[in-house]
């Protein structure tokens, strides 16, 4: 099993920064694809960027140019550093690791809330 928890959310001012942590332990190794996905009030779940093991990222159009994802495997943290944050981008947060070994199994955190609102 893996498990993995959010940390680093908060209220913040349009404009502003805010980066978001995701503590793995457990059966770290079964993890190959970590990312994250954020749920606005209201509506569904919806992807924000995802990092594979060669390091190859991907971003959502909403994400690409204001986030970045990184993986710390010393750690095994994973990170979303958010610049130039909007109201928009107000939701919970969560992390997300897929299984390397079992066909679409994911695993995920509880969420951490970002609010952007002044």
């Known amino acids: 099993q893996v498990q993995l928890v959010e940390s680093g959310g908060g209220l913040v001012q349009p404009g502003g920064s805010l980066r978001l942590s995701c503590a793995a332990s457990g059966s770290i190794f079964r993890i190959d694809v970590m990312g994250w996905y954020r749920q606005a009030p209201g509506k569904e779940r919806e992807f924000v960027a995802r990092i594979v093991e060669s390091g190859v990222t991907h971003y959502a159009d909403s994400a690409k140019g204001r986030f970045t994802i990184s993986r710390d495997y010393a750690n095994n943290t994973l990170h979303l550093q958010m610049n130039s944050l909007k109201p928009e981008d107000t939701a919970v947060y969560y992390c997300?690791?897929?299984?390397?070994?079992?066909?679409?199994?994911?695993?995920w955190g509880k969420g951490t809330l970002v609010t952007v609102s002044s």
């Open positions: 997300n690791g897929r299984d390397r070994y079992l066909v679409a199994r994911d695993y």
